[in-house]
Nanobody, 123 residues
């Protein structure tokens, strides 16, 4: 079983930066960030699986996912934020087994979820 708690959300101006943290307890092969904007479905943002990282097209080059050494904490560094990045951001984890590359940004392959942290980007 994995428990996840997100933090670091807030309000920033367009072009600014924000770093989200996901504190995880338990064992998981992949931990990912997903987001859901108002009126839109949940979107895979970034996932890290045993040091391998995967990014959604809309954030690649701007966001970076990383994991603390010997710690159950995953970060999402968000730079060059845009108004369209405004969303509730969720941390999620798979179980201990590996998943395929095509599954790393799909929410149905993540078993455990945090409560989310709100990110609001104003222009």
């Amino acid at each position: 079983q994995v428990q996840l708690v997100e933090s670091g959300g807030g309000s920033v101006q367009a072009g600014g930066s924000l770093r989200l943290s996901c504190a995880a307890s338990g064992s998981a092969y992949c931990i990912g960030w997903f987001r859901q904007a108002p009126g839109k479905g949940r979107e895979g943002v970034a996932t890290i699986c045993s040091a391998n990282t995967y990014y959604g097209d809309s954030v690649k080059g701007r966001f970076t996912i990383s994991q603390a050494n010997a710690k159950n904490t995953v970060y999402l560094q968000m730079n060059s934020l845009r108004s369209e990045d405004t969303a509730m951001y969720y941390c999620a984890a798979t179980g201990g087994q590996s998943i395929t590359r095509g599954q790393t940004l799909r929410e149905e392959f993540f078993k455990y979820w945090g409560q989310g942290t709100q990110v609001t980007v104003s222009s």
